[in-house]
């Protein structure tokens, strides 16, 4: 069976943030030709669990299945986001999302029950590498929670399982005998014929383009802090807690390591904050309340606040100007 590289390089992707560079996996594996910008690519089943044993190894760290889901999910964002526009109930939705794995990870096997009050979707792989399937669950599990709660209208509750489950799993986890996340039906977006205020179409490439300069800027941990960041937005940036737990480390750990080179977390967040502002302000589809909700702001007033810090006036003023400027 044949797996796409690409669902390899998203988890060496993530290793990269914890100190594992893809070149420490593919060499020993004698993966070198494997080509990154190749989505096509296919590799053997027995490969991608021998890069991942290897990584399981390095980290020891029985979650980083989960980890990873969190800082990969901007990678399948864009795929899932534009079905999100295009179908109108979550069956429709997890048809296409079941033809995605079937395609690039067949060795996953899902199953969707539906009832009047819940939907379950069912997760499991076919192998005795049970080590390596746990990651592999756990992280589709979580890649997917988080695509349903951008699809959706309102607020989202769900809950996903694992036969693993410890108290050291984030919430919405619990301990059952299977890989599942359920939730009761929900209205996605695309059945009010309404867009998201965030405008995701817009964002999706602005943030990959930004994590892919960062990348080639250097290998300071400031700057794997603000890869990690943009890699787990959708599109709030995250907190530092979050942060933290993506590089397996405690908040006052990444404090301390950011402060040995001049930095803070603060810092590093309104430093985002106001290159994300700078692109949005170049899109009329941004009102000022849109702006603020996707800069996490509580009020629009706390973000004119900030934005006058920044750029030294208001949001209209500085936007009419970039206009004028461009005409």
């Not at 509750?157 to 693993?164: E, M």
Request: proline share 4%; glycine share 2%; net charge neutral.
């Amino acid at each position: 069976m044949k797996v796409a590289a690409l669902h390899l390089f998203n988890f060496l992707d993530y290793a990269q943030m914890r100190g594992v560079t893809p070149q420490r996996v593919l060499t020993p594996l004698q993966l070198n030709n494997l080509d990154k910008q190749d989505i096509n690519q296919l590799i053997e089943e027995a490969e991608i669990y021998k890069a991942l044993n290897w990584v399981q190894d390095e980290l020891k760290d029985d979650l980083w299945g989960i980890k990873a889901g969190n800082f990969l999910t901007l990678k399948l964002l864009g795929l899932i986001y534009q079905i999100s526009l295009q179908v109108t109930t979550i069956e429709e939705a997890f048809h296409y999302l079941q033809s995605y794995l079937e395609t690039t990870l067949p060795l996953v096997k899902m199953k969707t029950t539906t009832t009047a009050e819940q939907i379950t979707v069912l997760m499991q792989i076919e192998n005795e590498d049970k080590k390596i399937n746990r990651i592999i669950l756990e992280n589709v599990l979580t890649i997917i929670s988080r695509e349903i709660t951008l699809m959706v209208t309102g607020e989202f509750s769900f809950s996903l399982t694992s036969p693993y489950y410890t108290t050291s799993y984030p919430s919405h986890w619990k301990k059952e005998d299977y890989f599942t996340i359920s939730f009761a039906p929900v209205l996605l977006k695309a059945a009010l014929r309404k867009r998201p205020v965030e405008q995701l179409d817009l964002l999706l490439p602005e943030y990959l383009k930004l994590i892919e300069t960062l990348k080639a800027l250097d290998q300071s941990f400031s700057n794997k802090v603000k890869v990690t960041m943009l890699a787990m937005s959708d599109p709030h940036l995250p907190d530092i807690t979050a942060v933290s737990d993506a590089l397996y480390l405690t908040p006052r750990s990444l404090q301390r390591k950011l402060e040995r080179e001049n930095s803070s977390f603060r810092e590093i967040l309104l430093d985002l904050k106001k290159q994300i502002c700078s692109f949005l302000l170049r899109h009329k589809e941004y009102s000022i309340t849109s702006m603020s909700y996707v800069l996490g702001y509580a009020e629009p007033a706390a973000f004119i606040h900030s934005f006058k810090k920044w750029f030294g006036d208001s949001p209209e003023r500085v936007r009419q100007n970039l206009r004028n400027s461009s005409t």
